[in-house]
């Protein structure tokens, strides 16, 4: 197996918020230093059964944005199992400024070949995707964020004995490939929350057809936009890292703590209810939102 199962599932943190509910967040992304979060677990299965078939000619080809932490995740899979990676990156601009961006300058280093393309082209990627598979037989093409069935299965590691006594579970939603996992493989009496830091108004249903339980609510948690920094944001992320020793991501896990936070307040869960986020991981986005944030003279995420 190439990517393998901690000795130690990960941790599981309170957040001692001293109101009527416990809240913990379970550190996924310190489960691995550059493949961090679910993308280790939606990755576990499509990588291990890819390597373990040997295929003659290997390849791993993937989809995503500048700031992806999936493009992140596959460079560093292809870097430390020695096979080469190609990065299908949305936006044709970018070929003249990856070198400014931390992701994809790092997914380079990692050997990551790049090819950008325009937006108009990446909404027709399935298009690409036949050609592609044509062109390389043996490679293993992966869906954006890695979602496909076998993604859903890994993130059934997520759970285990330590997540079973909790009320609620919550994840950040981007694809929906990780709460469908959640969703499926969670205790009867759980409830899953899932905090949209996307605005896509068919996600609902493609996570339906991810799982077989009905047990999942969404709610909107983009604060602005996908993958746009709001000040806001910034402050509680800053005040998080400061009161609770834990470092959230301004794409995912630190708008669903805010919203958190928010539903806490306004007594969304009843008294005594044990809430588990995931922190999902999404780190290495930092470093680049504040390259973006210096450059407009914004208050820096610390
Ligand atoms: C990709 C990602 C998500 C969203 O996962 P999906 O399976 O695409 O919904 C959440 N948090 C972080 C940090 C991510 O990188």
């Known amino acids: 197996m190439f990517l393998k199962i901690p000795e130690e599932s990960a941790l599981i943190q309170e957040i001692d918020i001293h109101k009527n509910v416990k809240l913990f967040m379970k550190r996924e992304d310190l489960i691995h230093p550059q493949i961090s979060g679910n993308k280790y677990w939606k990755l576990f299965f499509t990588v291990n059964n890819y390597l373990e078939y040997k295929p003659e000619n290997p390849l791993i080809i993937t989809f995503g944005g500048a700031y992806s932490n999936h493009i992140s995740a596959v460079s560093a899979v292809g870097h430390s199992a020695g096979i080469p990676t190609l990065g299908i990156i949305r936006g044709e601009e970018l070929e003249k400024k990856w070198k400014d961006n931390p992701t994809l300058a790092s997914a380079k280093r990692n050997g990551m070949n790049l090819k950008f393309i325009t937006r108009e082209e990446y909404r027709h990627k399935e298009k690409l995707t036949v050609f592609l598979q044509q062109e390389f037989p043996d490679a293993l093409i992966i869906p954006e964020g890695g979602t496909n069935k076998s993604a859903v299965m890994g993130i059934k590691m997520m759970l285990n004995t330590h997540t079973k006594d909790f009320d ?57 936009g996908y993958g746009k920094i709001n000040d806001d944001n910034i402050r509680f992320i800053n005040d998080f890292k400061t009161n609770f020793e834990i470092p959230l991501d301004p794409v995912y896990t630190g708008k669903m703590m805010q919203k958190v936070f928010e539903m806490i307040d306004a007594d ?35």
């Open 168 to 224: 609620y579970l919550c994840t950040a939603v981007g694809t929906g490939g990780t709460i469908a996992g959640i969703s499926e493989f969670c205790e009867e009496n759980q409830k899953v929350i899932g905090f949209k830091v996307v605005e896509d108004a068919s996600l609902e249903q493609k996570i339906s057809e991810l799982t077989s339980k009905r047990n999942f609510y969404l709610t909107d948690a983009d604060l602005g």
């Open 268 to 302: 969304y869960f009843s008294a005594g209810s044990k809430i588990l986020c995931f922190h999902t991981g999404g780190l290495q986005g930092v470093e680049g939102a504040n390259l973006l944030l210096e450059k407009q003279n914004r208050d820096l995420i610390i």
